[in-house]
Nanobody, 130 residues
Framework: QVELVESGGGSVQAGGSLRLSCAAS????????MNWFRQAPGKEREGVSP????????YLANSVKGRFTIAYDRPTKMLYLEMNSLKPEDTAVYYC???????????????????????WGQGTQVTVSS
């Protein structure tokens, strides 16, 4: 069983920054996929930044390119989402998710939908005011 615990959410004004953290201490796999998802009220859960575990390459949704950065620190098993130049439309509950199934490429992680991820954190609220 993998436990994921997010932290770092909060309220900021537009243009501000936040750093989300996801503790994945029980993720003992050396491969698989991780991703940050977000869900705004009345909207579907959206993948923000899929990442293939053990590899440097990351992906970003078009809506956050140039503003968000994902990073995974393997020794500490911490997943981060650095969010800069925040906009009101970034307001959502943010979740980290993990799927230990073997991914043969970064594109495999990019192609995974929310339903493909086996483990989820409890979510952390991010609110951006204009």
């Amino acid at each position: 069983q993998v436990e994921l615990v997010e932290s770092g959410g909060g309220s900021v004004q537009a243009g501000g920054s936040l750093r989300l953290s996801c503790a994945a201490s029980t993720y003992t796999y050396s491969s698989g996929c991780m991703n940050w998802f977000r869900q705004a009220p009345g909207k579907e859960r959206e993948g923000v930044s899929p990442k293939r575990v053990g590899y440097i390459t990351t992906y970003l949704a078009n809506s956050v390119k140039g503003r968000f950065t994902i990073a995974y620190d393997r020794p500490t098993k911490m997943l981060y989402l650095e969010m800069n130049s925040l906009k009101p439309e970034d307001t959502a509950v943010y979740y980290c998710a993990a799927d230990p199934a073997w991914a043969d490429s970064g594109y495999t992680c990019l192609s995974k939908s929310a339903a493909d991820f086996a483990y989820w954190g409890q979510g952390t609220q991010v609110t951006v005011s204009s």
